[in-house]
């Protein structure tokens, strides 16, 4: 059976200790190393020593080697080990033995004492841990909830002019908010309205209508490309053969008999790509922005004649409309 570590300190401490006792009383020249000659016995030291460091263990451990050497050594000397026990067995050494008990049972009651606050400090400190990895949690989500906050809690004023911009008839100024939108909605460092008009071979390209950030739309971006063939938003990342000069997302503004006019892109949108959530995003402010920038000329005329009356109400409807798009 293997000993502890704290066993065998326990008894190489203890042999140390009666060792150099009983070596310092042969040195001494004391007859019978003090056995019956001195009362109580210097060993007794020893035996207070190990009592108050180890309690009960270290009493026990050290008073059997202590008096078994002395009944061991004394027998040479004639007095055999039953007159060991007849020298305990007066008032001094009885004393000191009362004396002993005492220490060893009080250091045991402290060893209790701190083995339980032991325990109870590591059961804390296992608390402790799990309740800051409840509160890392807990402030990462308040750290989302925060930024969620803090996009809600867009500016009245901006949210106001977004929406009456966007529901004008001037095309330059519907496509100005609606780029300013996708730049504060999406967190993207550029944006591009770009609509179809005839090359001039009469073939229909893609031409800037109007930009923001610095960032110049490719004539070869795949992303545009994507979307004026499928007529739905697309990432850059979904493509096979995208190009590092490809808009992040796209997404398509289509006209009232549902065809394609032109393109809503966006760039440098930030977290290292583009995820659902901003696909749909961008696919709701191109619906937004289409039907101001698709509208024939002599219909945007009309609409100026009419808007003068009517421009609070259509403001406050697509400003609920903004509401909850950023909700």
Not at 46 to 68: N, S
Not at 114 to 127: D, G, I, P, S
Not at 280 to 288: F, P, S, T
Request: hydrophobic content about 50%; proline content about 4%.
């Amino acid at each position: 059976m293997l000993i502890s570590k704290r066993s065998r300190n326990i008894l190489i401490e203890a042999v140390v200790g009666v060792a150099v006792t009983l070596g310092i009383a042969a040195a001494c020249g004391v007859p019978d190393l003090g056995l019956g000659m001195l009362a109580p016995h210097p060993v007794w030291l020893v035996v207070l020593v190990m009592a108050a460091r180890y309690g009960m263990r270290g009493f026990v451990v050290v008073m059997t080697l202590a008096w078994g050497a002395l009944a061991g050594l004394a027998v040479p000397s004639g007095f055999g080990a039953l007159r060991t026990l007849d020298v305990m067995a007066t008032p001094a050494e009885l004393g000191a033995l009362a004396a002993a008990v005492l220490v060893a049972w009080i250091a045991s009651a402290h060893e209790r004492r701190h083995q339980a606050q032991a325990e109870r400090l590591a059961e804390l400190e296992q608390k402790s841990a799990a309740d800051n990895a409840a509160i890392d949690e807990l402030r990462n989500a308040t750290l989302a909830l925060r930024s969620r906050a803090d996009r809600l809690d867009m500016s009245l004023t901006f949210l106001r002019d977004i929406a009456h911009r966007l529901d004008g008839s001037d095309a330059n100024a519907a496509a100005e908010a609606a780029l300013e939108l996708v730049i504060t909605r999406l967190g993207a460092r550029a944006a591009a309205v770009q609509m179809l008009a005839p090359a001039d071979d009469g073939a229909p390209e893609l031409t800037t209508a109007s930009s923001r950030g610095i960032w110049t739309p490719q004539a070869s971006d795949g992303t545009a490309a994507a979307v004026l063939r499928t007529g739905r938003a697309t990432r850059a990342l979904d493509l096979r053969d995208g190009s590092a000069t490809d808009s992040d997302v796209a997404a398509p503004l289509i006209d009232a008999m549902g065809a394609v006019r032109g393109v809503l892109v966006a760039r440098g949108l930030p977290g290292g790509g583009v995820g659902a959530t901003a696909v749909r995003d961008l696919g709701v402010i191109a619906d937004w922005l289409a039907p101001v920038l698709t509208k024939p000329m002599h219909d945007r005329d009309d609409a100026d004649a009419d808007s003068d009356s009517a421009v609070e109400d259509d403001s406050a409807t697509v400003a609920d409309q903004v509401v909850e798009f950023n909700a």
